[in-house]
């Protein structure tokens, strides 16, 4: 059965980082129910997201239900999954999640409908990109609307790297004298240390577009000692 499962491994993933068995830590996804997943304010999903398959979908609204995110906070990790999105959809999949000033936030790959999406995309908002700060390099291919794409995020030590379907695409380290210049220029620059917390939850966007989720494997890298607060968080959105 397809589903999202946590693996704790003292074998190096693909990137050559070093994973570290270090947590006790329940199943991401058990392939039958959203158990582990709560809505920004902490209570049980009930509309709008379903488990069909073994897989995580999100219904179409013209009214959205809201994102989730994972009970748990997570720090260095190496995550893969696969998604597939509804023509002209817009979504994505936020790591380091807390809240500031009220909005949940953090940094997020882009799940996107390039071809179709109603609004202009540029390539820090296109599919792959960590949105809004770095742009997909030239190795991107991404699979029309209808089709899964593959995709991997690592986090380690504050180095990023986004993966589409077998090719890295971004890099990227939280913190660098680059990431400072390109969050002051974007939407995020009123947040003050942006993504500079190394734990924080994983979200699921809702834009109101049909889309679903796949074959997800977690590895827990190297820990790290800071955190940042847990705890049931509200909502943003993106414009």
Not at 164 to 186: C, F, H, P
Request: proline share 5%; hydrophobic share 35%; net charge neutral.
């Amino acid at each position: 059965m397809l589903g999202f499962v946590i693996v704790l491994s003292a074998v190096a993933p693909l990137s050559s980082l070093e994973a570290v068995a270090h947590e006790d830590v329940p199943p991401l996804f058990d392939g039958k129910t959203l158990q582990g997943w709560t809505t920004l304010d902490g209570k049980p999903v009930t509309k709008g997201w379903e488990v069909i398959a073994g897989m995580i979908h999100l219904k179409p609204s013209s009214n959205p239900t809201g994102h989730i995110v994972t009970e748990r906070e997570y720090g260095d990790m190496d995550l893969s999954f696969e998604w597939k999105i509804a023509r002209g959809g817009n979504s994505g999949l936020k790591y380091r999640v807390r809240e500031y000033d009220g909005g949940a936030r953090g940094c997020e790959y882009q799940i996107l409908d390039d071809a179709h999406y109603h609004k202009s995309v540029s390539p820090r908002t296109s599919a792959g990109a960590l949105y809004g700060l770095f742009e997909p390099n030239q190795k991107k291919h991404l699979n029309p609307p209808g089709e899964f794409n593959s995709a991997r995020i690592v986090v380690s030590n504050n180095h990023v790297q986004h993966w589409l379907n077998g090719q890295l695409i971004v890099s990227a380290t939280i913190g660098s004298d680059e990431w400072k210049s390109r969050v002051a220029n974007s939407k995020f620059s009123d947040l003050k240390d942006f993504a500079l917390n190394t734990r924080g939850k994983l979200m699921l966007t809702d834009h109101g577009a049909e889309v679903w989720y796949r074959n997800v494997k977690l590895h827990t890298l190297r820990p790290l000692s800071s955190t940042s607060a847990s705890g049931p968080i509200t909502a943003s959105h993106k414009p």
